[in-house]
C-alpha cells in the first residue's frame, strides 16, 4: 500500500503495525517521519507497561521516528505525508480527520 501511495493510518496501539515494515530502500518505514502513539507513560499510568512486549513509543523513536505526544488522554494525531497516526482512542476523530485530508 504504502509503495502504491496509499494513506496508511494507525491510532492508539496500532502503530505497533508499522515497527516491521520497511520502505523501498530497507530502512524503517517510520524512519525520520512524524509519528505518534499510544505513549510510554500512559501505557505506565494504566499498569500495563509490565504485559507488552515492549514499549511502543520508545521503539518508534529507536527505529527513528520524530515521535509527536501531547498530555496523557489527549486527543492528538499527526500526518507525515501519507502516514496519519493517532496518539490514543481519544485521537480517532482527529486521525479520520487527517486521513481525509491526505
Known amino acids: ?21 520497511k520502505d523501498a530502500t530497507g530502512a524503517p518505514l517510520v524512519k525520520g517521519k512524524k509519528v ?15 504485559l507488552v512486549p515492549f514499549m511502543l513509543e520508545a521503539k518508534l523513536k529507536e527505529l527513528g521516528a520524530d515521535f509527536q505526544s501531547v498530555e496523557n488522554w489527549g486527543a492528538f494525531a499527526v500526518r507525515d505525508g501519507k502516514l496519519v ?10 486521525t479520520a480527520e487527517l486521513v481525509i485530508e491526505a
Open 36 to 50: 505518534t502513539a499510544f505513549t510510554d507513560s500512559e501505557e505506565c499510568a494504566v499498569a500495563k507497561d509490565h
Open 85 to 94: 497516526t493517532g496518539q490514543n482512542p481519544a485521537s480517532s476523530t482527529k
Open 1 to 21: 500500500a504504502w509503495a502504491a501511495g496509499k494513506v496508511i493510518a494507525a491510532v492508539c496501539h496500532g502503530p505497533n503495525g508499522l515497527v516491521n515494515v
